[in-house]
Nanobody
């Protein structure tokens, strides 16, 4: 079993920056992929960014050039640095991980990010 604990959400003004973090714990030694999804009210949960254990990253088009995903493999932690935030980035951000490429996905409890003046 894998537990994910997110932190770092909050309220920020448009154009501001925020960093969210997610630490994985449990019976794991290495993790195949870690990433972030987000869900705004009344909308589906969408991919924001992922990074695999080789450092390969995938970003949603809407965040390219503004968000940066990174990970600390030694501590099984993933970060999402969000710059130039827009009101449309407002959502609950969920951490996501797959320990192996063929294994189940795990989700964090979510952290709220609100971009508003």
């Amino acid at each position: 079993q894998v537990q994910l604990v997110e932190s770092g959400g909050g309220l920020v003004q448009p154009g501001g920056s925020l960093r969210v973090s997610c630490a994985a714990s449990g019976s794991i030694s290495t993790i195949y992929s870690m990433g972030w999804y987000r869900q705004a009210p009344g909308k589906q949960r969408d991919l924001v960014a992922t990074i695999n254990n080789g450092g390969y990253t995938v970003y949603a088009d809407s965040v390219k050039g503004r968000f940066t995903i990174s990970r600390d493999n030694a501590n099984n932690t993933v970060y999402l640095q969000m710059n130039s935030l827009k009101p449309e980035d407002t959502a609950v951000y969920y951490c996501h991980t797959k320990v192996t490429i063929w294994g189940p996905a795990y989700w964090g409890q979510g952290t709220q990010v609100t971009v508003s003046s």
